[in-house]
């Protein structure tokens, strides 16, 4: 038997927005069914080259299809300075369930903002207005383009404003768009004006302290105890949505006034798996600013490599190698 190795061009072509989305929608409602099986993320921390590494494992049964993977991924600041890398590298294992034999290896940095576009795109489905049509976005690095892409799969955005320190940044994704959207550089404030604003940054200090009436918010850049966008005042108004209660109480938006006391149980509305199979209301119960709480799941990634396996290997794409020996009389 042989194993299918994707490369980042293979990877891309064959997870189109659209497919990916709905498989990760599929793995949200599987995982409020209690369908999958999802072992808490282990870091490996290594201080010295101030980095880690993070294993995330887990297995999906959809309602039309199964699968299970494991993602190999790091966190590393200084690789683009220090080695012309990306700060997030990833590597992706996609295993039969049924027998353990290992379908795919293929590269996981462009499928996790596929992703974790994709999961903004099924929050933002939810629990945006429907007319939705301005998208701010605070943060213009390379998760940023594939928010708006997953929205606009969504929702109408028509006008786009994007707020960054990096000014070559901003005309980089202005640039980028320019020829789709109604897009330019803008304040936080006004990114934060629009009806739906995607955060992704790194930082400590909450950077957004106001949003509009009826504003869906992405928060997305927290991936870490002390690490906070959003502000308190805005959290405790807000109607919050999270993707899993572990992940986001140590480690999402919500951490810090969680530890602090300022947030408990009663201040989160769902899990986005509750709004996906319907246990609990999304926009059309809710009025006010919105707020999901993105830490991003293993289960998502197993969505997202079974629409790049399956599209490759009926278009017959990639490259086949023997990974494994199969031979049992050796």
């Not at 921390?45 to 294993?55: E, H, K, V």
């Not at 494991?70 to 992706?92: E, I």
């Not at 976005?137 to 940023?144: D, E, F, H, I």
């Not at 739906?196 to 991936?223: C, F, K, M, Q, Y």
Request: aromatic share 6%.
């Amino acid at each position: 038997m042989q194993t299918l190795l994707l490369g980042p061009d293979a990877v891309d072509e064959h997870t189109p927005l659209a497919d990916v989305i709905a498989a990760v929608s599929d793995a949200f409602g599987a995982y409020a069914r209690g369908d999958v099986v999802m072992p808490a993320k282990s870091y490996v921390d290594l201080p010295q080259y101030n980095g880690d590494f993070r294993s995330m494992p887990a297995y999906v049964a959809a309602d039309e299809w199964d699968a299970a993977a494991l993602k190999w991924v790091n966190v590393h600041p200084d690789n683009p300075d220090s080695y012309d890398l990306p700060t997030v590298l990833g590597t992706l294992i996609y295993s039969d369930p049924r027998n353990g034999f290992p379908l795919a290896v293929m590269d996981g940095t462009l499928l996790t903002q596929k992703r974790t576009g994709a999961a903004s795109a099924v929050a933002t489905d939810h629990l945006a207005v429907p007319d939705a049509s301005s998208m701010g976005l605070v943060g213009a690095g390379v998760q940023a383009y594939t928010q708006l892409e997953a929205i606009a799969q969504v929702r109408d955005i028509e006008t786009v404003v994007v707020a960054d320190q990096d000014e070559a940044a901003v005309q980089a994704f202005v640039d980028h768009f320019s020829d789709r959207f109604d897009v330019r550089g803008g304040t936080i404030e006004e990114a934060a004006a629009c009806d739906v604003l995607s955060t992704v940054t790194p930082v400590s200090e909450p950077i957004i302290h106001a949003v509009g009436d009826r504003t869906h918010v992405n928060a997305i850049g927290a991936d870490a105890a002390g690490k906070h966008e959003i502000a308190d005042e805005v959290l405790l108004d807000a109607t919050i949505v999270i993707d899993d209660y572990e992940q986001c109480t140590h480690s999402g938006e919500i951490n810090v006034p969680w530890s602090e006391g300022r947030l408990d149980d009663d201040d989160i509305h769902a899990e986005l798996g509750d709004l996906v199979v319907g246990d609990r209301p999304g926009r059309d119960g809710i009025d006010g600013v919105t707020v999901f709480d993105s830490t991003g799941l293993a289960i998502q990634d197993v969505a997202c490599a079974h629409v790049a396996y399956e599209n490759a290997s009926d278009g017959g794409s990639g490259t086949d190698f023997e990974l494994v020996g199969t031979d049992l009389s050796s």
